[in-house]
């Protein structure tokens, strides 16, 4: 067999036509073929008579003209692995891969020599690594794929976000060489249009809005709206906003939200996204008013409204007295935002009220908070604060049956109801705005026209794939 394989074949690859090179060939590297297998004797026989045949009419070497082709092996074509993660495209690599997860505690180095790399050569990856990426970054949860040929580890790949690739590649000298590829995705336009039936939330995710895109739409409608009192089933909303989609249609990156509608109890609000001149995005209504409004209906997020504003029959005094504001029951320690710009004129202990800030506000308002755990760092009389500052914390100080925020609204001197702060209007463009505003808001509704809404639920990536939410129902507490 050694002799057919060393001076048959080649003089045979020669002189023998193609049909009979083949037979001989599968003979060779085929002998579990059937055919060959049945009738092997008589094929050697009648080759060995062949080749003698031949040997004695063939000159001492092969013609000039008849050179011997080599025999070349088509190398699998090699994956750029930076491309593949930087278009989303799933080839199939043809090296082994290993996914490591990082857990608590871990980090890279140790993580690569726990999984058989030696020391040197995870202290040179991560090395290359950070000259990238601090690997401080990287949290618990997170993976790195490793691709190796053989034993010899020759690419690893980390995704900190889906539109960014970190990809350490090893050298021909040894060396490793990293890169930071960031994605250019392009953005299309979609739109969430229905009523609610469960939750904003839950109706929205799923028809495939993202978690980042309900979560703009409520910080819009949060100044106005309060999301635990004001909604009800059946109030419609819409969401149009950007999206990248992968090559298998999965929505993988969510933009930005353009246009939001919405109908709480019938009362119907829409805002457009709009930059002005000097590059400050909001959102504005067909007016050009802003959706922000100048004071918060609810201070807090994710409370209950436990007692209304009007009279009642107080829980610890026993009779019907008038309660100048509302509670919110929630948990002690809840963080309590300024539902305004302001200045502090009162932070202190305050009677029945306990712990109690008063704040300051233009066009002759004022907002108090009692009943608070603790203030927050800095606060204290004269210190001027911003819409959403966080200025204390939830407790049960002063005369109060449990942890809650009672919250109340001056006007000039009286105290009315929190709630009529959604009738406030917000603050309008300049008139030098006005026309680029307009077109702004023409562009978005001719992209509205022509693009598509969601109808059912899509397939959204991990990243984007989000998980239900659900406020804390508080007990039922006054003060």
């Known amino acids: 067999m050694i002799f057919v394989k060393e001076k048959l074949v080649p003089f045979l690859q020669a002189y023998v036509n193609a049909p009979l090179k083949i037979r001989l060939e599968a003979f060779i590297t085929m002998s579990n073929t059937r055919i060959y297998h049945d009738n092997r004797f008589k094929f050697v026989g009648a080759c060995s008579v062949f080749a003698l045949a031949l040997f004695m009419i063939s000159p001492d070497s092969p013609p000039a003209e008849a050179k011997t082709e080599p025999n070349v092996i088509a190398a699998a074509s090699f994956i750029d692995l930076s491309r593949d993660d930087l278009y989303l495209i799933s080839h199939p690599v043809q090296t082994a891969a290993k996914t490591l997860t990082l857990k608590s505690g871990d980090s890279l180095g140790p993580l690569l020599q726990k999984n058989g790399l030696e020391p040197n050569q995870a202290y040179e990856i991560t090395k290359s690594f950070s000259d990238v990426y601090d690997p401080r970054k990287v949290r618990a949860g997170q993976d790195f794929n490793l691709y190796f040929d053989g034993d010899e580890l020759k690419h690893l790949t980390y995704k900190p976000a889906v539109e960014r690739t970190v990809y350490v590649s090893r050298q021909d000298d040894g060396t490793f060489e990293s890169k930071d ?92 996204l709009y930059e002005d001149a000097k590059g400050r995005e909001n959102f504005y209504d067909a007016g050009g008013k802003t959706a922000k409004r100048k004071l918060r209906v609810t201070p807090i997020n994710g409370a209950r409204l436990s007692s209304s504003y009007g009279k009642r029959r107080h829980p610890i005094l026993g009779y019907r007295k008038m309660h100048t504001g509302v509670d919110f029951a929630a948990r002690s320690g809840t963080s309590i935002m300024a539902a305004g710009n302001g200045t502090v004129e009162y932070a202190s202990r305050y009677g029945g009220y306990g712990n109690y800030i008063r704040i300051r506000h233009s066009d002759g308002y004022k907002t108090a908070y009692a009943h608070m755990s603790k203030f927050a760092r800095g606060i204290r009389v004269g210190k001027y604060v911003t819409q959403d500052q966080t200025i204390g914390y939830v407790g049960t100080t002063g005369r109060s049956t449990g942890p809650h925020l009672h919250y109340e609204v001056h006007r000039h001197g009286k105290k009315i109801n929190p709630r009529t702060l959604s009738q406030l209007s917000g603050k309008p463009l300049s008139s030098s705005e006005m026309p680029a505003f307009k077109k702004r808001r023409a562009e978005i509704e001719a992209l509205k026209a022509i693009s598509a809404i969601l109808t059912k639920e899509p397939v959204l990536s991990a990243e984007l794939r989000g998980s239900n939410r659900q406020n804390t129902d508080a007990n039922t507490l006054t003060d």
């Open 181 to 272: 590829i960031t994605a250019e995705f392009k953005m299309e336009t979609v739109s969430v249009k229905t009523s609610i039936e469960n939750s904003i939330y839950l109706d929205a995710n799923n028809l495939g809005a993202p978690d980042k895109v309900i979560q703009q739409f409520a910080n819009i409608y949060e100044y106005s709206v309060d999301f635990q009192r004001d909604i009800q089933p059946g109030d419609e909303f819409e969401m149009f906003f950007e999206v990248a989609k992968d090559n298998k249609g999965n929505i993988v990156k969510a933009g930005n939200l353009l246009f939001t509608s919405f109908s709480p109890r019938g009362k119907k609000m829409d805002y457009y």
